[in-house]
């Protein structure tokens, strides 16, 4: 049976269970990890390795972090380590010609979502803040168009009611490592083929950025839970309180309300935490965390900040 000699390349949580699979892989050889350079981060602004190269070194794999992963002396470099196959992960470049044409079979990426819905840098992210019951995880192979490729295998994955960024991205990263073994599998049988995408079913999703965080209070409550299960842990959900003071929300719950009230408006002030109106419906504040607080309940929020009902949230 056919030894595969790959090369990873990825930045985001995602390629770390990957990683442990190809080193533990009885089949394959894991050559190097490619990963982001290190990144300014954190409130004193260190530089700091991303979570992939932290993961990587500490197993004592080869590890490249290049600006451009696309430049000329750089895919020289990877060439020269003979990989049959480069898998990509959650890398945050666009990969050019000449990287591509490097590996023997080709390069693939580990995409998690059933292309071609959920195109682009945030697929698990959006897929939960626009109320999704249903993702996966496909692996296709990389061409010079974003996601794109021919597929070569796709699994759906059902999304739990309570699912958020956190606890659905490390499923699908579990998921995608057995399609992976499955796709290296076919390659070693000579399957290589894949399927093309349907373009008339393409949608995309866009990169976060910190303005994604800004509740907007218009929205009905499921859509703004859901929002905020999506955009957990970064960029978060926060609303400013009447004083202008930032909140952020870490837990919230939809409760049933007469469309009567603005949006914004605190309606109830109950122990379990206050009750904003929505575009359609009302949200509970289960757990916040008021600007240079820690995180706490609703009710304990409220015994210590003067919130009352008809105060208006998210105005400034």
């Not at 996966?136 to 010079?144: A, E, K, M, R, W």
Request: net charge neutral.
């Amino acid at each position: 049976m056919n030894r595969f000699k790959i090369i990873l390349m990825g930045s985001g949580s995602l390629a770390c269970p990957l990683l442990d699979g190809l080193l533990a892989s009885t089949q394959d050889t894991l050559l190097a990890v490619v990963t982001q350079p290190d990144r300014m981060s954190g409130r004193h602004l260190q530089c700091r390795p991303c979570v992939v190269k932290q993961h990587a070194q500490s197993c004592g794999v080869r590890v490249f972090s290049p600006e451009d992963a696309s430049e000329e002396s750089f895919v020289e470099e990877l060439s020269a380590l003979a990989p049959d196959v480069i898998v990509v992960a959650s890398y945050g470049q666009f990969l050019k010609r000449n990287l591509l044409a490097a590996p023997r079979l080709g390069v693939i990426n580990v995409h998690p979502s059933l292309l071609p819905k959920y195109r682009g840098a945030s697929p698990i992210q959006w897929a939960l803040a626009n109320g999704e019951t249903t993702t996966g995880v496909s692996v296709l192979y990389v061409t010079p168009k974003m996601d794109a490729g021919d597929i070569l295998a796709q699994e759906a994955y059902p999304i739990d009611p309570d699912d958020t960024f956190c606890t659905l991205e490390p499923k699908l990263a579990a998921l995608g490592m057995e399609l992976l073994a499955r796709v290296l599998n076919n390659f070693r049988n000579g399957q290589t083929e894949g399927r093309p995408q349907d373009e008339s079913q393409v949608t995309f999703a866009r990169k976060l950025t910190k303005a994604d965080a800004c509740v907007d209070w218009q929205l009905p409550a499921a859509t703004i839970r859901n929002r905020l299960r999506g955009f957990c842990p970064w960029p978060g959900a926060h609303t400013t309180l009447p004083d202008g003071l930032l909140l952020k929300l870490h837990a919230v719950e939809v409760t049933p309300a007469p469309d009567v009230a603005p949006p914004g408006m605190v309606i109830d002030v109950g122990p379990a935490g206050p009750v904003v109106a929505t575009g359609a419906d009302a949200l509970r504040l289960l757990s916040v965390q008021p600007a240079g607080k820690k995180m706490m309940g609703g009710g304990d929020f409220l015994r210590g900040y003067p919130l009352t009902t008809g105060a208006r949230l998210g105005l400034q």
